[in-house]
């Protein structure tokens, strides 16, 4: 039985957690946000370690947890310099795959080359872009995956 409706997956320090606490409207600039150390469930969304997109011998982990969503979600900062995952990965989930690219806001932000690295991956349009500091597409986000879902 599916609980969970979205599967954060992305490399360490793309936002993934940033990202699910602004949806659901917990982000503090302030707070320390530690990195993810294994499978943890907030409300919808299921948070991911990094290191499971991060190393292709935990692809097999990730092709699992994808069961327990209804949605993949791929991640991808927009201040990642390099395609943390290989053209094709979104064939690996039998679930829906979704694109957000986070840190839009960042100094050296390249939202069109994420967006680019997110299409190679097999992600299809829209590609949404977001700030969990600012909160700059937070919400508009927050709608599409819930139109989503009641769908």
Partial sequence: MVKAKYLLVGSKGCGKTSLILALLDQYDQKMRIPPTQGMTSHGPYIDLPGNYCDNPSCYPILSVCSQQAQFVVLVMGADESSRPMPEGFAQLFIRPVLGVITKKDAANANCARAELFLQRAGVRAPIHSVSA????GIV??????NGRVNK
Avoid: K, V
Wanted: net charge positive.
């Fill in 140 to 145: 508009f986000f927050r709608q599409f995956l």
């Fill in 133 to 136: 500091r600012t909160g700059e």
